[in-house]
């Protein structure tokens, strides 16, 4: 039995199993368990966009820790924008102007640590510990990442920075 709702074609296909496809995520469906269809509007789309900008952010994050700077930049979209989170300083308004701190950034060792992690919808909160920056330095960061999920890519950083260790810079 298939029925219509605004924003999302359900099929039901098991008692206990509902198949919701996304108008956002294309050809993408995600099982929904134990919700009412009367509630389902919207909810597998939902799901399915905070499942893919999670993806997006630790395919980010295992790029970064490999310190793969071509593949870490194509992750980002042409008009990205970065903010420190603390001054509202706008850090780089392109992927061209990003690229170089990336370039210089991924000639130490850095790591990103994950300490936590929250979604909703397509933005992204990480709370990290950055170790291997210049000079042994070590930071908190916890960063807000808005990603275009149809794109694949992230739009919109904004980092908060604390450093753990003396002339870490953001």
Same mark, same amino acid.
């Given at each position: ?10 099929? $039901?296909?098991?008692?206990?199993? $509902? ?79 990003? $690229? ?31 170790? %291997?920056?210049?000079? %042994? %330095? ?13 794109? %694949?890519?992230?739009? $919109? ?14």
């Amino acid at each position: 039995m298939a029925f219509r709702s605004l924003d999302t074609l359900c099929f $039901r296909s098991a008692p206990s199993t $509902r198949y919701s496809r996304c108008p956002v995520i294309k050809n993408t469906f995600a099982p929904l368990r134990n919700v009412s269809l009367r509630h389902n509007s919207g909810l597998a789309c939902k799901a399915m966009m905070a499942q893919e900008a999670a993806a997006i952010i630790q395919r980010q994050l295992e790029l970064y820790n490999a310190r793969q700077v071509e593949h870490f930049m194509d992750l980002f979209t042409d008009d990205v924008v970065v903010l420190d989170g603390i001054t509202g300083a706008v850090i780089a308004s392109s992927k061209e102007e990003l $690229r170089p701190r990336y370039v210089e950034r991924f000639k130490s060792p850095v790591h990103c640590e994950l300490l936590g992690r929250l979604v909703l919808g397509n933005v992204v909160v990480d709370r990290e510990i950055i170790t %291997g920056l210049p000079n %042994g %330095g070590v930071a908190d960061c916890m960063a807000t990442y808005i990603c275009d999920v149809a794109a %694949g890519k992230i739009k $919109r950083i904004t980092f908060v920075w604390q450093p753990r260790t003396d002339g870490v810079k953001l």
